[in-house]
């Protein structure tokens, strides 16, 4: 699976951006999928998943009720639509997936198996 991460950018505080992850290679329509970002300084840590059963979703607090993380199958893709951002929301921003069946711990990197290239998210105040 290749995962190709997009729609990064610079906003204000308060603004939007919408990410996407166009997989190939594999319909990845029964992988967990899930979002990570690494901050400047900082390690990667998880934001969001969506489980491999598709009705789960999976939210760090921080973003919890701002970020939402959604599927397209028919375009073999996952997106997260990001409002109300902040400044601490800035980081390098990565899609994952996590072969079919078999991923539990989906806020755990070790999870995944396949990792795009990243997309920076600027946010200024």
């Known amino acids: 699976v290749q995962l190709q991460a997009s729609g990064g950018g610079s906003v204000q505080t308060g603004g939007s951006l919408r990410l996407s992850c166009e997989a190939s290679?594999?319909?990845?329509?029964?992988?967990?999928m899930g979002w990570f970002r690494q901050a400047p300084g900082k390690e990667r840590a998880f934001v969001a998943a969506?489980?491999?059963?598709?009705?789960?979703?999976y939210y760090r607090n921080s973003v919890e009720g701002r970020f939402t993380i959604s599927r397209d199958d028919a375009r073999n893709a996952i997106y997260l639509q990001m409002n109300s951002l902040q400044p601490e929301d800035t980081a390098v921003y990565y899609c994952?997936?996590?072969?079919?069946?078999?991923?539990?711990?989906?806020?755990?990197?070790?999870?995944?198996?396949?990792w795009g290239q990243g997309t920076l998210v600027t946010v200024s105040s």
């Open positions: 290679g594999r319909t990845i329509s029964s992988y967990a």
């Open positions: 994952a997936a996590a072969k079919p069946f078999r991923a539990s711990e989906y806020r755990k990197e070790y999870e995944y198996d396949y």
């Open positions: 969506l489980s491999w059963r598709g009705g789960s979703t």
